[in-house]
């Protein structure tokens, strides 16, 4: 749950989890919906995934026995990566092995003045055989703990507290600004003696060393390490989606909802009917792209001109930076849904902020939400504004909602 995510948003949801699954057992008779719904606002939802098909995996083929050595866990469990296997085979089972997390390649690269690309796999490489030969013997999982707390409480990011740094004396960093002050302050007396670092491997040819193009900058200080790459900009996507709504039997609103594929990008995830579009389409066409994405469910042609545009919702995934394009459709009446091309259920409000749904559909819920808001407090404006944009489709008499027979009329041709 830490991967990636703060400790004060995890705390909540590693309480409800253990309260719900406090043992592998329990968590390998789970279903990855009841994971879905346990993990929804958390993000990286394959972790949760992962973490169930790992505690499956322990029961029904390593006899409920967890693997204890580093090696083993990565090997055997999905989802156990490097980190986490060197993390528990080092706190849980007192296995001799190293970790290297964010925090620590950041105190390492410091501590030895590496500038070369920190995700670099040269440099990867070096910091596992450097934690690897550092973590002590005898209380590897304290070891391996004050290092990442060293990384998270003093050697932090942006303003490093090097005073009161246990390891202060080890540090090349420290001592690579103590020697740029000190040739600074010569070069202010007159003096040209300049001052030869002998931490450098030499110029050029080394993996570790900062580039000879990117020198030493004395406004950074120690903050010079670590060194990244620069950051690959995240992929561009746009998303039409459509809040579907209809007064269930108890005239309470409700909602329709659609379960993605089992695997990729929220895998397993409630969400409202979405279609991804090209870049730069036109709202016409937009609009047609979701009309026809619609008709698979409603098993009739559906008039792009009777979707309302609601606005634009915008999340960042991780490597996404994602707008969903939000449109509503109020239907009533009975309606026979075609699940046969992916699973689906109407959803009361409550029952939404309760199911497996990503907070990205949570926004485009709340979006559309503000938007009735507005209409309401408008009063019978926004009901005419609302007439006009269903032009060609036969209304209720009420004006307000469209009765799915008339809906569900193919329009006429203009
Ligand atoms: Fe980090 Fe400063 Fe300590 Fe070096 S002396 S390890 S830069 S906090």
Not at 211 to 222: A, H, N, R, Y
Not at 224 to 233: G, H, S
Request: glycine letters at 8%; charged letters at 20%.
């Amino acid at each position: 749950m830490l991967q990636q995510t703060q400790v004060a948003t995890v705390i909540d949801y590693y309480n409800r989890w253990m309260q719900k699954w406090p043992t592998l057992q329990a968590l390998a008779q789970a279903s990855l919906e009841e994971v879905n719904e346990l993990w929804a606002g958390l993000g990286y939802y394959s972790r949760g995934k992962r973490l169930q098909e790992a505690a499956r995996k322990v029961v029904s083929e390593l006899a409920g026995r967890m693997p204890r050595t580093a090696e083993d866990l990565q090997k055997l469990l999905p989802g156990v990566g490097r980190y986490t296997a060197g993390a528990i085979a080092s706190i849980s089972y007192g296995q001799a092995t190293g970790v290297v997390d964010g925090n620590v390649i950041r105190v390492l690269c410091r501590l030895r003045c590496i500038g070369a690309d920190s995700s670099s796999p040269a440099v990867i490489d070096h910091l596992w055989d450097m934690a690897n030969a550092l973590v002590d013997r005898s209380r590897p999982g304290d070891f391996n703990q004050a290092l990442m707390e060293l990384g998270a409480t003093v050697c932090v990011p942006k303003a490093p507290l090097c005073g009161e740094c246990p390891v202060k004396q080890h540090c090349r960093a420290r001592r690579r600004v103590e020697k740029e002050l000190a040739s600074a302050s010569q070069k202010l007396f007159g003096k040209h003696a300049p001052v030869v670092d002998v931490e450098d491997c030499g110029a050029g040819g080394c993996r570790l060393c900062p580039p000879v193009t990117e020198p030493w900058d004395s406004s950074l200080g120690v903050t010079n390490f670590p060194r990244k790459a620069a950051k690959k900009q995240p992929r561009v996507a746009q998303t039409a989606t459509c809040v579907l709504e209809r007064r269930g039997c108890h005239g309470a609103l409700e909602f329709l909802l659609v379960q993605r594929p089992s695997s990729g990008l929220l895998a397993g995830l409630w969400e409202f009917p979405s279609v991804p579009l090209a870049q730069d389409l036109q709202e016409e066409k937009q609009r047609e792209a979701l009309a026809d994405h619609l008709q698979a469910w409603l098993g009739r042609p559906v008039p792009a001109e009777g979707l309302r545009l609601i606005g634009e919702v915008v999340h960042i995934f991780s490597h996404i930076h994602q707008t969903y394009v939000v449109y509503s459709l109020p239907l009533d009446g009975d309606l026979t849904l075609d699940a046969a091309s992916s699973p689906l259920r109407w959803v009361t409000e409550e029952e939404f902020h309760a199911s497996a749904v990503s907070t990205a559909m949570k926004k485009v819920l709340k979006a559309c939400e503000k938007q009735r808001g507005k209409e309401s407090s408008s009063g019978q404006g926004s009901k005419r504004k609302r007439g006009t944009k269903t032009q060609g489709v036969s209304s209720t008499g009420s004006g307000t909602q469209l009765s799915l027979r008339a809906f569900l009329q193919a329009p006429t041709a203009s």
